[in-house]
């Protein structure tokens, strides 16, 4: 793919939603910036719809069309693997092992989706250990956590939900790390500096960069979601047989149990390949 375009002004956001997207800053950061983001858009054109599909057929329940699907987004990914720059292809496969976990889920395979999720935490890592600029995508690591937490919720495993809320509030927190790419561990406060970073060019821009760029606004809306998480009228869904099935009121452990281990960092050069296998 083609690394000599030449460098442009970025267009300012036109409704929140392009302000949200992360990806339409990167000129900001520099001519390297640009250009991956150049590679990523036209990368994107071959997968974020594919992706975008995915997601609504699992919606709808129609999981063996999502499962063709998801062959076929796997397909355009072995046959980019040569093309790509291999930091938009983890950003991709990224994107796959994500909506992957979710198929999973939605078949009631618990830790078929629990590994889904690893191999897209190592993505992550995979891509911000080519390039720095690309650490936005560490907030996927605390939303993963959420992803276990409703995991465990499903399955009445109370204490493993309670745990996976407790080390996303401590990401978020800043007490532990979103992940480890090579160049050491990334905080929540890297993602805050990124958007702080940033010279918006609207209103809708100037909106979303306050709010990502101030640690105790994302905390807010995280410690929302986990709430959301936690309350069920004393019910979970049982996805294996498709039916509504009476629990008891969850309670939270004491601290012992939920506080986390301290991840020690990750070598990544040896997992690229089994990523991408």
């Known amino acids: 793919m083609s690394q000599t375009s030449p460098l442009t002004a970025r267009s300012p956001a036109s409704t929140l939603d ?36 995915i997601l609504q057929t699992l919606h709808r329940g129609d ?6 699907r998801l062959l076929e987004a796997e397909a355009v990914l ?23 976990a979710y198929r999973e889920y939605r078949h009631g395979r618990v830790e078929q989706t629990t590994e889904s999720i690893a191999q897209a935490v190592q993505c992550v890592e995979i891509a911000l250990s080519l390039h720095a600029f690309l650490v936005p995508i560490t907030g996927r690591c605390y939303e993963y956590q959420l992803h276990l ?24 927190a800043g007490r532990r790390p979103l992940c480890h790419p090579l160049h050491g561990p990334v905080y929540v ?14 209103e809708l821009e100037a ?25 069920a009228p004393f019910v979970v869904l049982d996805w294996r047989e498709g039916r509504l099935t009476p629990t008891p009121v969850p309670t939270a452990p ?11 960092p990750t070598d990544l050069a040896a997992r690229s390949a089994a990523v991408s296998a």
């Open 189 to 202: 406060d890297d993602i805050c500096a990124f958007y702080r970073s940033i010279e918006p060019l609207n």
């Open 149 to 172: 937490a409703r995991l465990a919720r499903a399955d009445a495993d109370w204490p493993a939900m309670w745990r996976h809320l407790e080390t996303g509030r401590d990401m978020m």
């Open 254 to 264: 004491t601290p012992s149990v939920c506080a986390p281990q301290n991840d020690s």
């Open 63 to 68: 999981l063996d069309l999502a499962d063709e």
């Open 18 to 53: 392009d302000a949200r997207n992360w990806y339409i800053y990167l000129p900001d950061f520099g001519p390297d910036a640009q250009r991956w983001s150049d590679d990523f858009e036209h990368a994107r054109t071959q997968m974020g719809k594919r992706i975008e599909a």
């Open 207 to 231: 909106e979303t960069v306050r709010r990502l760029g101030e640690p105790t606004s994302i905390q807010r809306e995280y410690n929302a979601l986990c709430l959301s998480v936690t309350i």
């Open 78 to 100: 072995e046959n980019a693997a040569g093309d790509w720059p291999p930091a938009v292809l983890a950003v991709f496969q990224m994107e796959y092992w994500s909506v992957r």
